[in-house]
C-alpha cells in the first residue's frame, strides 16, 4: 500500500514522567512512517522527550498531573512538533542551555532541542505554553 | 530500567539496562549518590543494555563524576551504544569520563 506524504497525529498524557516513554514511542512510531535515517529519527525523540520534561519540571513544578499535549505534522519538507502545556510561562534562561565547555549536571536539554530543530519557537496565549518545533527536511 | 550491582575484583560494577529518563534517573542517582557516600572506587558503570538515556541521566553521571572527585575516587563508563557514545560526543563529555569498549577493559586499566 502506497503511503500517505503528509501525517498528522497528536497525543495528550498528564505530566508524570512515567509517560514521558509513551511519547517517545509515538514519536518512533510516526518518523518510521517516513524513512527517515535511525540518526535523526533519534535526535528528534530526544528532543521532543527534552521539551516535555522541561514542561515537567519547569512548566509545572513537577505537578505529575497537569496536561501535555504534542502535535505531530509533517510533509515531504519538513517536520512541526508543537508542545503545549497550561503551567508556568518559562523564563527567558530556560531556552538557552549551559555552555557545553562548562562541565556540570544540568542545562543540556535545550541543546538536545536545537541539535534537532532548526527552529524553535515559544509563545504563550491565553495561559497556554506552546512550543513549537520545526525541522526542514 | 534495571540496576544490578556487583562486585569483581576490587571494583563495584553497576550494570544498567532499558531507558533512563527523567521517570527512572532518580533512581540512578539514589544508588549512586549511596555509593558516592560510602567513598565506592573504583565504580565501573556498564551501560550495555542502556538503549535510551536523556539529559536527566547524564545529569546523574556527571553529579557521580564530580562528588568521586573530591575523594579520587574512579569512575568508568563502558559499553556505551553508538547512539549514547554520540550523545557524550556532542556533550563533550567524552573528554571528561574515562570510557572503555568492554567490561573487560574497564576492569583491566
Redesign the interface.
Known amino acids: 500500500m502506497r503511503k500517505p506524504l503528509s501525517h498528522k497525529a497528536s497525543i495528550t498524557i498528564s505530566s508524570h514522567p512515567m509517560y514521558l516513554g509513551i511519547v517517545r514511542v509515538f514519536l518512533e512510531k510516526l518518523l518510521k512512517l517516513m524513512d527517515l535515517p535511525t540518526y535523526m529519527i533519534e535526535d528528534l525523540k530526544s528532543a521532543v522527550d527534552e521539551a516535555c520534561s522541561n514542561v515537567i519540571k519547569y512548566a509545572y513544578k513537577n505537578d505529575y498531573q497537569k496536561p501535555i499535549k504534542v502535535t505531530f505534522t509533517c510533509d515531504p519538507e519538513k517536520i512541526e512538533v508543537v508542545v503545549e502545556d497550561r503551567g508556568l510561562e518559562p523564563a527567558d534562561k530556560d531556552f538557552k542551555g549551559r555552555d557545553l565547555s562548562d562541565i556540570r549536571p544540568g542545562g543540556l536539554g535545550m541543546h538536545f532541542i536545537k541539535k534537532a530543530f532548526d527552529e524553535v519557537k515559544f509563545k504563550r496565549i491565553r495561559g497556554v505554553n506552546k512550543l513549537t518545533l520545526l525541522r526542514r527536511l | 530500567m534495571e540496576l544490578k550491582v556487583e562486585e569483581i575484583e576490587t571494583a563495584k560494577v553497576v550494570h544498567l539496562s532499558g ?1 533512563i ?3 527512572t534517573s532518580p533512581d540512578l542517582r539514589k544508588a549512586l549518590l549511596k555509593m558516592t557516600k560510602q567513598r565506592v572506587t573504583p565504580l565501573i558503570i556498564d551501560l550495555k543494555g542502556v538503549s ?1 538515556m ?3 541521566a ?3 553521571l ?2 557521580t563524576l ?1 562528588a568521586m572527585m573530591a575523594y579520587k575516587g574512579s569512575l568508568r563508563l563502558c559499553n556505551l551504544s553508538p ?1 549514547v557514545r ?2 557524550f560526543n ?4 567524552d573528554k ?1 569520563f574515562r570510557i572503555y569498549d568492554s567490561l573487560q577493559d574497564a576492569l583491566s586499566c
Open positions: 531507558e529518563d527523567l521517570h535510551y536523556d539529559s536527566s547524564i545529569a546523574t556527571v553529579e564530580k547512539r554520540e550523545i556532542f556533550a563533550k563529555l571528561v
